[in-house]
C-alpha cells in the first residue's frame, strides 16, 4: 500500500500565535533508564537463646548480653531437661557485655542468680549433670562460691562441658507408655516393681508404687492425655517421671497438680519432687526418692553378723551355756573348759 504524502495544515493569520508545538521525545537508550532505588536490607537480629544436641548432650547456647536473655535462660534450660538428655551444657562462650567477650559480671548479680539457680536440678537429680562453659573466671569463682552453683559442672571452654558430661555414670532408665484409662496407676505400680526387682532395689518398692500410683492418678485425672512413665535410678537416687501431653502448667512453671492425700504422700516418702515445661505444651511431674542399692557380699555380712548376735543359747553337761549357737570350733580349750576337764579327771575314780 502506497502511503500518500502529507498536505501542511495552513492555519489561518489570527491562530498563528496562539500554537504551541509538543516537545518531541528524544530516544533513550536502555541503560539510560533510572535504576530503581536499593531496598535496604534489615539487619539481622543475632540469636541468643539456641538449644541443639551434641553427643546427647542438649547445648543451650547464649549470645549478646547475658543480662538480656536471663528471663529466658532459666526456662531453655527447663526444657532441655525436659526431653532426658544425657545432660545439659548452658554455653557463654558467645556472651558479650560492655567491656567486650569477658566481664560478664558487669551483667548484674540477677544473671549469676539465674545460673546458679540451674544447680538445683543437679542437686535434686544427679543423673542429667547440668554444667556451665564459661571462659570468666570471675564467673566460675562467683559459681562454685555459690550454695546451689556448687552443684554445678563448671568448665572454662564447651569441650570440656560435654566431656565432664559424658564422663558422669549412666542412669538405668526405663519406660512404660500409658493410656489415659483408669487402670493406669495399677498397670503403673505393677511396671515399677517388676523394674525394682530386676535392678535389686526391693527395699524402695513400698513407697515407689505409692508415689508413682499419685503421679499418674493426677494426670490421668486432671490432664487425661496419654502418658510416659519412666523409672531411673542413679548413685542411690530413684527418679519416676510421668509426662503428659496438656496444655501448660497451671499456677507457673513448676506448678505440680497433687493435692490433700497425694501430695501428701509424694511430699512425705520423697526426697524432692517438682515439674518442667515440655516444648510441645505439657509437663513432666518428677519425684526423687532415697534408694541404695545393697551389694550381694554386703548382705551376707550384714546376714552372718546378724546372726552371730543374735544366736540362741544352749545348755550342755559340759557348762558351754554361755557361747553362741553354732559358735566356731578351736583347737585350744578355753579356761573354763580346761577347769571342767581337770576337775572330771581328779574327782573320777582310778
Do not use: Y
Not at 502506497?2 to 537508550?29: A, G, M, R, Y
Not at 537480629?45 to 543480662?67: C, N
Not at 546451689?148 to 507408655?177: N, Q
Amino acid at each position: 500500500m502506497v502511503q500518500q504524502p502529507s498536505i501542511p495544515l495552513e492555519l489561518p493569520p489570527q491562530f498563528q500565535d496562539h500554537v504551541v508545538l509538543f516537545p518531541t521525545p528524544e530516544p533513550t537508550l536502555a541503560s539510560e533508564f533510572p535504576e530503581p532505588p536499593a531496598v535496604l536490607a534489615a539487619p539481622e537480629q543475632p540469636v541468643r537463646l539456641r538449644t541443639r544436641m551434641v553427643h546427647d548432650v542438649a547445648v543451650v547456647e547464649v549470645g549478646g548480653r547475658l543480662g538480656e536473655v536471663v528471663e529466658d535462660l532459666s526456662l531453655a534450660i527447663q526444657l532441655a531437661l525436659a526431653s532426658g538428655p544425657r545432660g545439659v551444657v548452658c554455653d557463654l562462650s558467645g556472651v558479650m557485655s560492655e567491656a567486650g567477650p569477658a566481664g560478664l559480671n558487669s551483667d548484674g548479680p540477677e544473671a549469676l542468680e539465674v545460673l546458679a539457680s540451674a544447680g538445683r536440678h543437679s542437686r535434686d537429680w544427679p543423673g542429667i549433670p547440668v554444667a556451665v562453659a564459661c571462659p570468666d573466671p570471675g564467673v566460675r569463682e562467683a559459681l562454685h562460691a555459690h550454695p546451689l552453683g556448687v552443684h554445678l559442672m563448671v568448665t572454662e571452654s564447651l569441650f570440656a562441658a560435654i566431656s565432664g558430661v559424658l564422663a558422669t555414670p549412666t542412669p538405668d532408665v526405663k519406660w512404660l507408655h500409658l493410656a489415659p484409662h483408669p487402670t493406669s496407676s495399677r498397670a503403673a505400680r505393677e511396671f515399677v516393681t517388676r523394674t525394682l526387682l530386676d535392678w535389686r532395689l526391693g527395699r524402695a518398692i513400698r513407697f515407689a508404687t505409692l508415689v508413682v500410683s499419685e503421679l499418674v492418678a493426677s494426670s490421668s485425672v486432671n490432664v487425661g492425655t496419654e502418658i510416659d512413665l519412666s523409672v531411673a535410678w542413679n548413685l542411690g537416687a530413684l527418679r519416676l517421671t510421668v509426662r503428659d501431653r496438656g496444655q501448660g502448667l497451671p499456677g507457673g512453671p513448676t506448678a505440680v497438680d497433687l493435692h490433700g492425700r497425694g501430695r501428701t504422700v509424694v511430699a512425705g516418702l520423697s526426697r524432692a519432687f517438682g515439674a518442667l515445661p515440655t516444648a510441645d505444651g505439657g509437663k513432666v511431674v518428677w519425684a526423687v526418692l532415697v534408694a541404695p542399692r545393697l551389694l550381694p557380699a554386703a548382705r551376707r555380712t550384714r546376714a552372718a553378723s546378724t546372726a552371730t548376735q543374735n544366736s540362741p543359747v544352749f545348755t550342755d553337761g559340759l557348762g558351754m551355756g554361755e557361747l553362741p549357737f553354732c559358735a566356731g570350733v578351736s583347737t585350744e580349750p578355753t579356761p573354763e573348759l580346761a577347769r571342767l576337764q581337770e576337775a572330771k579327771t581328779t574327782t573320777s575314780p582310778g
